[in-house]
């Protein structure tokens, strides 16, 4: 490092929101990864996880995989609407591209079924023709299994309810209700139905349908749940779509690591007067603690974050800008609608600053959410900052520049950088990261003069062009953001590498 020391606040882990997972030919667990774009295999008796499917091939945004007799792993491509066969070869496929959103996946013998994660969705097989409409009107499908009795059982996420339809079709039959917010269903090998919530609690719902039909209630802490496979000890091993890691779930509760959670960006960060640390991280608001993420909210899609006393405002890249308030936990949205909205800031008196990366502007939101245009005609804007009571300024990564907002003039402060992101303001320097380098730029903001003042890791997974952000009116793979955030002692923090990054200067550590 370069006038910085740098210590992250926690490990990286190597499973970043795992989603669906299954056994494969060769005794490791599979892991498909929505966000990362990738496949991984996990020992789990050493913990050990190899890359198999890496981002950038055909399958943009695996969600969930299953594995047919001949060892062909089948794969739901959520984003663009796919299904993949990855043969034993490692050579690809396509099942088809005539399904929406496609997320729980299952294989009976040499038979393929998938359902669509949308209101209104299908349960489909598919063959060598058309998809065979099983059940439509789905509130939302997820991680589904052929039952003991030989049916085909699937949530809706929605309406928290758990249905049943035989393989060959038929009158789909409710099978429980009132169940806390489903999103997949397993059988252990005593044939008791397991369904996971997606919940902050980490709650699992136990029904005995073959015996008594008793329902219990494990509450295992494990936020996010997502899907879970169990191998030939019945043993139970789940996966987080907020926190990634794979996690073995013992019947009484205990949990045992086998590969570490973390985050999932992260993407903003920020930090409180009291000097805590708050990090967007896509599912959820997190703060990170003695190498671990701990879970403030479930509030999907935060990737902007700025802390204003006990409020954390927030965007989305989908549109929305919200304020979340830590002493109430309720949430007011403050604007939707716009262009891909990444760095927020807030003025000393209360005004939002928003880089509204899409349409090429930086907006402000006052207390009555009246939205106005403080700058226009830009690139990309990706980060804001302000200082004090003084001027704003924003990063515009497409034009590779950063710039100075003092009423209505834009100055140029620095450009021919390598796609600047997240920026803040400390002790007379504009810091920027640059993330096409892997630099943090110290820009003097007396003289203009940029140094590198550090190394920043890359961010893990994702390269290059990503799927669409939006996928039939819901939302898709977001783009990586490195946010920045000023500290006490002339420090910084900054969202890189899978970690945050406490940056204090090199004289001081």
């Known amino acids: 490092m370069t006038g910085f020391h740098a210590r992250p606040l926690t490990r990286p882990t190597p499973l970043r929101g795992s989603n669906g997972v299954a056994f494969g030919p060769d005794g490791r667990l599979y892991v498909a990864q929505f966000l990362a774009g990738e496949i991984s295999a996990v020992d789990l008796a050493t913990g050990d996880v190899e890359v198999v499917v890496p981002a950038g091939g055909p399958v943009q945004a695996p969600d969930d995989l299953a594995f047919g007799t001949d060892g062909s792993m089948y794969l739901t491509d959520l984003v663009p609407g796919r299904v993949w066969r990855r ?42 023709g058309e ?30 309810e758990v249905f049943r339809i035989p393989p060959d079709g038929g009158t789909p039959e409710l099978v429980a209700t009132d169940v806390h917010e489903p999103v997949a269903v397993r059988f252990d090998l005593g044939g008791v139905l397991q369904v996971l919530s997606r919940g902050a609690a980490g709650i699992v719902t136990r029904i005995d349908l073959l015996g008594t039909g008793d329902r219990t209630l494990l509450t295992s802490g494990l936020t996010g749940l997502d899907n879970a496979a169990f191998d030939t000890e019945n043993r139970m091993f789940v996966s987080s779509y907020a926190a990634g890691g794979i996690t073995e779930l ?214 290059g062009e990503l799927p669409a952000l939006h996928a039939h009116g819901l939302p898709g793979v977001p783009r990586p953001f490195t946010g920045l955030a000023t500290a006490p002692g002339n420090s910084l923090y900054a969202a890189a590498g899978g970690t945050v990054l406490h940056l204090t200067p090199a004289a001081a550590s």
């Open 250 to 463: 013992h019947p009484d509760g205990r949990t045992r690591e086998i590969t570490p959670r973390g985050f999932a960006g992260p993407y903003g960060v920020t930090v409180d007067l009291g000097g805590t640390v708050h990090v967007a991280d896509h599912y959820r608001i997190t703060e990170p603690h003695d190498g671990d993420v701990t879970t403030t909210e479930l509030l999907t899609f935060a990737h902007g974050i700025a802390a204003d006393g006990d409020l954390l405002h927030l965007t989305a890249q989908y549109g929305q800008v919200r304020t979340y308030d830590r002493a109430t936990r309720e949430v007011r949205t403050r604007a939707e609608g716009l262009d891909q909205p990444l760095g927020i800031a807030v003025r000393a008196d209360g005004t939002l600053l928003v880089a509204e990366s899409g349409a090429g502007r930086v907006l402000a939101i006052d207390a009555e959410d009246t939205v106005s245009v403080l700058a226009d005609g830009f690139g990309r804007p990706a980060g804001v900052a302000v200082d004090g009571e003084g001027p704003c300024y924003f990063s515009d990564e497409e034009r590779g520049a950063v710039y100075r907002l003092d009423g209505e003039t834009t100055t140029v402060l620095a450009d021919d950088l390598g796609a600047p992101q997240g920026i803040a303001v400390v002790d007379g320097c504009l810091y920027v990261a640059e993330t096409a380098t892997g630099k943090l730029a110290a820009v003097d903001l007396a003289t203009g003069a940029v140094r590198t003042a550090a190394d920043l890791p890359a961010s893990p997974g994702r390269t």
């Open 131 to 160: 998809p065979k409409v099983l059940a439509g009107e789905l509130a939302m499908g997820n991680a589904m299994q052929l039952g003991p009795d030989g049916a085909l059982y699937y949530p809706h996420m929605l309406t928290g």
């Open 87 to 128: 043969h034993p070869d490692g050579t690809f496929t396509l099942v088809t591209d005539r399904v929406r959103l496609p997320n729980g996946i299952t294989c009976i013998g040499d038979r393929l079924f998938v359902n669509e994660m949308i209101p209104g969705g299908r349960l489909l097989e598919l063959g060598d």
